[in-house]
């Protein structure tokens, strides 16, 4: 089956307070999503460690993410990727507040 949709159609408010999550698509070992941040961050003391690897982008807004073992986060602008390979240790230490940052992230296995 053939679909389509855009990524920026129906973004919630900003001020909805919490992260939002779409799945686009979903096949045996992949899943893409959209993440829409609005300002926040990974809680104090958590670190996403998961199964499947991860390959984000972010196409609206920026962010800063920290992976385990180096000593800056990561800040990343419009355009800016970022491949997390499984079990990579790596949290959301910060979105803008102001506006809206949209993540396009492709959840994969057995690559």
């Known amino acids: 089956m053939t679909n389509s949709g855009n990524l920026f159609a129906g973004l919630p408010a900003a001020s909805v307070g919490e992260e939002m999550f ?6 045996p070992g992949l899943r893409v999503e959209r993440i829409v941040s609005t300002g926040q961050a990974s809680p104090t003391g958590f670190w996403y460690d998961q199964p499947e690897g991860e390959w984000v982008i972010v196409v609206a807004g920026e962010a800063h993410v920290s992976i385990e073992g180096e000593a800056e986060p990561r800040m990343l602008k419009v355009g800016d990727w970022l491949n997390l390979p499984p079990h990579c240790r790596h949290r959301v230490e ?18």
């Open 94 to 111: 910060w979105t803008a507040p102001d506006r809206q940052t949209v993540w396009l992230a492709v959840h994969y296995r057995n690559c």
């Open 22 to 27: 779409a799945d686009l698509l979903q096949a």
